[in-house]
Every structure is written in C-alpha cells, then in structure tokens.
C-alpha cells in the first residue's frame, strides 16, 4: 500500500502533510538543543520541519518502507534514519526529549504497541504527540472522494475505521499506552487546487486505501467516479480544508 515511489505519495499527500506538519511541530513543543525522533516518517514532511528546529543531527527517523526511507536520507542525509516499525523502534529507553508520529498510528499493526514504543524511547517528562486525518467524520483530505465512492458503492471499504480517525479515539489509544492525561486537539490546514485534474491525479497513482480502490476499478468504473467527483467539487479553483485528530502527552 504504502510500497510506491516517494514522488507518488509527495503528489498524493504531501500537500497535506507539509502544512499539517508546520502545526504539529508547534504542538509537541520542539525546541532547539533537543533530541527527537519521527516514528513513521514517510518521505520527510515532519523530520524536515524538525531539523529546521534543532538541526538534522539531532534528529532520528524511521519507517518501514524502503522508498520513503530512501527518499529521506537524499533529501536530510544527516538524520539518523533506520527502516523499523513503530511497534518495534530501534533505540535505548529514554533517548529522546520529542517523540512524535504524524499520519501514522492509523496505519500502525498494533497502535498501542507503537504508543508504547514512543512512551519507552522518551525521555521521563518528553513530549509524546501523535496526530491522524479525521476519515471518520468528514473533515479529512480524502473526504469527498470517500463520500463519492460510497453514493457508487455503498459496501466499499474506506479509512473511517482505521486506528484515531474518530474523533476521542487517539486519546483512548495513548491511555490504553500508558500515558497519563492525554491533551486532545484538533488540526486544520488549506489546500489549494488550480484545477480538477490536480486534484484528481494524485488517486490514480496506487498510494494508500484511496488509491487501491482506484486501481481496482475497471476503466469505466475509474471514469463514473471521477466525474461524480468532478460534480461534487466546487468549480475550479478551490481549497480542500483539512482536519487531522491530534494528541499530546507527557511520557
């Protein structure tokens, strides 16, 4: 799912990620002279931002995709990136003063196994802070195109159910990981769009639930959903706001 080039998923999501990153660092209270990590870094929307705060030597990374991780060590070379798993993280408990995982915990196979790695590698008193798109309630990136292909399949499976996308639900999670006192949030970005096709494209492209269900459509399928898309988006130009559920907590 997440096995694609990181051109793709930078087309796909990075529009979203960068600007929801900017806020996330605001909220797990980054500072210079610290040491972080990024759990799940994808292609670098968040470990560039921390490295901009306290430089790319003091930042770690990791993620199981091979391109992404790839794709990070060319852009931020002097980032201590690993290919791991949240569930699994490769450092000694205590290491870090930030801890955070942007559009991650929802993918995670365990998230409160992932939760609980971020609690052990952190620092006593670090910031533990994590953050997921609201595919639930309607104010995520991929909202519309979800509405759409329910209106065509009303069975289809979509991202409402996945680990923190309901609204309360990360909070639970970082409970249920042990940490005391969870501080829910919410984070809203905008994004601007020229045109449709710019848009559109980006689901063609096989990245993530949105884009395997695309590519499992027969030709005319692919076609019906994307003018009943056309129809349910506003004329061109328009943005698409952004809502992801965020969690911030002492470890």
Not at 28 to 33: E, H, I, K, R, S
Not at 170 to 193: K, N, Q, R, Y
Not at 195 to 220: I, N, Q, R
């Given at each position: 799912?997440?096995?694609?080039?990181?051109?793709?998923?930078?087309?796909?999501?990075?529009?979203?990620s960068e600007p929801l990153a900017d806020r996330f660092v605001l909220l797990g209270d980054v500072?210079?002279?610290?040491?972080?990590?990024?759990?799940?870094?994808?292609?670098?929307?968040?470990?560039?931002?921390?490295?901009?705060?306290?430089?790319?030597?003091?930042?770690?990374?990791?993620?199981?995709?091979?391109?992404?991780?790839?794709?990070?060590?060319?852009?931020?070379?002097?980032?201590?990136?690993?290919?791991?798993?949240?569930?699994?993280?490769?450092?000694?408990?205590?290491?870090?003063?930030?801890?955070?995982?942007?559009?991650?915990?929802?993918?995670?196979?365990?998230?409160?196994?992932?939760?609980?790695?971020?609690?052990?590698?952190?620092?006593?008193?670090?910031?533990?802070?994590?953050?997921?798109?609201?595919?639930?309630?309607?104010?995520?990136?991929?909202?519309?195109?979800?509405?759409?292909?329910?209106?065509?399949?009303?069975?289809?499976?979509?991202?409402?159910?996945?680990?923190?996308?309901?609204?309360?639900?990360?909070?639970?999670?970082?409970?249920?990981?042990?940490?005391?006192?969870?501080?829910?949030?919410?984070?809203?970005?905008?994004?601007?769009?020229?045109?449709?096709?710019?848009?559109?494209?980006?689901?063609?492209?096989?990245?993530?639930?949105?884009?395997?269900?695309?590519?499992?459509?027969?030709?005319?399928?692919?076609?019906?959903?994307?003018?009943?898309?056309?129809?349910?988006?506003?004329?061109?130009?328009?943005?698409?706001?952004?809502?992801?559920?965020?969690?911030?907590?002492?470890?």
């Amino acid at each position: 799912m997440f096995d694609v080039a990181a051109q793709s998923y930078q087309r796909f999501m990075g529009r979203f990620s960068e600007p929801l990153a900017d806020r996330f660092v605001l909220l797990g209270d980054v500072q210079a002279g610290q040491r972080v990590l990024d759990v799940g870094c994808g292609i670098g929307a968040l470990t560039a931002r921390l490295a901009a705060v306290v430089g790319e030597d003091a930042v770690a990374a990791v993620d199981p995709s091979a391109p992404f991780v790839n794709a990070v060590h060319a852009r931020l070379p002097q980032v201590d990136l690993h290919r791991a798993s949240a569930e699994d993280l490769p450092f000694p408990d205590g290491r870090f003063n930030a801890v955070l995982a942007q559009l991650v915990v929802h993918f995670m196979a365990d998230p409160v196994v992932g939760l609980r790695e971020m609690r052990r590698v952190a620092a006593p008193g670090a910031q533990v802070a994590a953050c997921v798109w609201d595919h639930e309630g309607g104010t995520g990136p991929l909202s519309t195109f979800w509405s759409t292909v329910h209106d065509l399949d009303p069975d289809a499976p979509d991202e409402s159910g996945l680990a923190g996308s309901r609204e309360g639900h990360l909070s639970e999670l970082f409970a249920e990981a042990g940490f005391a006192d969870p501080e829910p949030s919410a984070l809203t970005v905008t994004v601007p769009f020229a045109t449709f096709d710019e848009w559109w494209e980006p689901f063609t492209l096989g990245v993530g639930p949105a884009g395997a269900y695309v590519a499992d459509l027969a030709p005319d399928g692919v076609a019906e959903l994307r003018e009943r898309c056309r129809a349910a988006l506003p004329t061109p130009p328009f943005d698409v706001p952004a809502t992801a559920w965020a969690v911030r907590a002492r470890s």
